[in-house]
């Protein structure tokens, strides 16, 4: 007999865009924690570089931007603030719950309590598909990073070290 797991609100948020903008993906809640990219490989059975982060960055003018990136990598907050013009810092977590209704370690890609850039790094387009969080640190879906740059609406960028 299949059992019915009810989704958590943030995941059936995520679940309702992707059905919404016909985005062909597996949402799969885990009993284990991804919160981090080496919790999520662990779980997955797969590298972490195959893990997408969506890490949320604030400037002074309390402006908000998502930078999605691949788990092996890290952002270049320098980098990042030349592109854009302005400085940028990371944010802390009552900012990126502000921002994009998640908590920190279960913020997907979209969709996002407000409208901001969201940008994906280069280090992304080494891969097929990726697995990214899918609105709590437990749930995650596999995504075409085509699919996934086309949903974005952008370009890859080079803002990883």
């Not at 952002?75 to 908590?103: E, F, P």
């Not at 994906?120 to 596999?142: C, H, M, Q, Y």
């Amino acid at each position: 007999m299949s059992q019915v797991i009810q989704l958590a609100r943030n995941s059936e948020k995520v679940k309702r865009f992707l059905k919404y903008y016909s985005i062909p993906v597996i949402l799969v809640e885990l009993n284990e924690s991804t919160r981090t990219s080496q919790m999520a490989a662990d779980v997955l059975g797969c590298s972490v570089a195959q893990i997408s982060k969506s890490i949320v960055f604030v400037n002074s003018g309390d402006k908000a931007v998502v930078v999605v990136i691949s788990g092996d990598k890290r952002v270049d907050d320098r980098k990042l603030s030349k592109m854009l013009g302005h400085k940028v810092t990371i944010a802390d977590a009552d900012a990126v719950r502000k921002y994009t209704g998640y908590a920190i370690g279960g913020v997907p890609p979209f969709p996002h309590n407000e409208d901001f850039a969201v940008f994906l790094d280069s280090s992304l387009s080494r891969f097929e598909e990726v697995w990214i969080s899918a609105g709590t640190p437990n749930s995650v879906f596999k995504i075409s990073v085509e699919v996934l740059k086309r949903t974005l609406g952008t370009e890859f960028v080079e803002i990883s070290n």
